[in-house]
């Protein structure tokens, strides 16, 4: 069955801290990964997305990686913000057929402290 | 900036009622999709439409859920009647055609008391 885990479930550090969430999926074949930010009460915003070749990317200060062969991606952010509070999810699809459809995973929260 | 309109943000209904929402995509996007997210939850799919035809809708609950996309831009998403278990956020989403990114809505807010 197709699965997407991200852990932890949830986490709270302190502004300006780094962190890094992670993101294991079963989903095969594989056609790309996306991370998503979704605030409270909003939908979710694509921040990266990852196909079977690249294994590094970022955007500001945040960094996903992607390792295909144990199918684990995470999003590594940096010198936190009290913005950054959010859920994150992990976002895999397929490919061909059903397995075209989008996996989610279940988010990971994460609230930022002053 | 082109963005996905949903209507409306919160709705707050009484069990055994009727409730819609409705779901404009980005212009030229021809695949549409509902999701229901429960809180603490990662989004779940209800129904995806690649232009007016359903395409999944494996995971609707048919006996009280539809949806249509009559011309193959705007949809709705109707739930009756309502029970206290459909409370959740319900986000529309749409993407070029299957295989590109998928844009979120600011999905409704659905209460059910």
């Known amino acids: 069955k197709n699965q997407v885990e991200q852990s932890p479930q949830s986490l709270i550090i302190l502004e300006g801290k780094n962190c890094t969430l992670q993101c294991n999926y079963t989903v095969s074949p594989f056609s790309n990964l996306r991370w998503y930010k979704q605030d409270t009460g909003r939908g979710p915003v694509s921040l990266t997305i990852?196909?079977?070749?690249?294994n590094t990317k970022s955007n500001r200060r945040y960094t996903a990686t992607l390792d295909a062969d144990t199918k684990q991606s995470s999003l590594h952010i940096t010198a936190s913000q009290l913005s950054d509070s959010a859920s994150y999810i992990c976002v895999v699809r397929g490919y061909g057929g059903s397995q075209g459809n989008l996996i989610f995973g279940k988010g990971t929260k994460l609230s930022v402290k002053p | 900036e082109a963005e996905v309109a949903q209507s409306p943000r919160y709705k707050i209904t009484e069990k055994s009622q009727a409730v819609a929402f409705w779901c404009d995509p980005i212009?030229?996007?021809?695949?549409l999709y509902w999701y229901r997210q429960i809180l603490g939850q990662g989004p779940e799919l209800l129904v995806q439409?690649?232009?007016?035809?359903?395409?999944?809708d494996s995971q609707l609950p048919k006996d009280r859920f539809s949806a249509e996309r009559l011309k193959g831009v705007d949809s709705t998403l109707k739930i009756q009647p309502a029970e206290l278990g459909d409370s959740a956020m319900y986000l529309c989403?749409?993407?070029?055609?299957?295989?590109?990114?998928?844009?979120f809505g600011q999905g409704t807010r659905l209460t059910v008391v």
């Open positions: 439409f690649q232009d007016e035809s359903v395409v999944d």
């Open positions: 990852m196909t079977f070749s690249e």
């Open positions: 989403a749409s993407s070029l055609n299957e295989a590109n990114e998928a844009f």
């Open positions: 212009s030229g996007h021809a695949t």
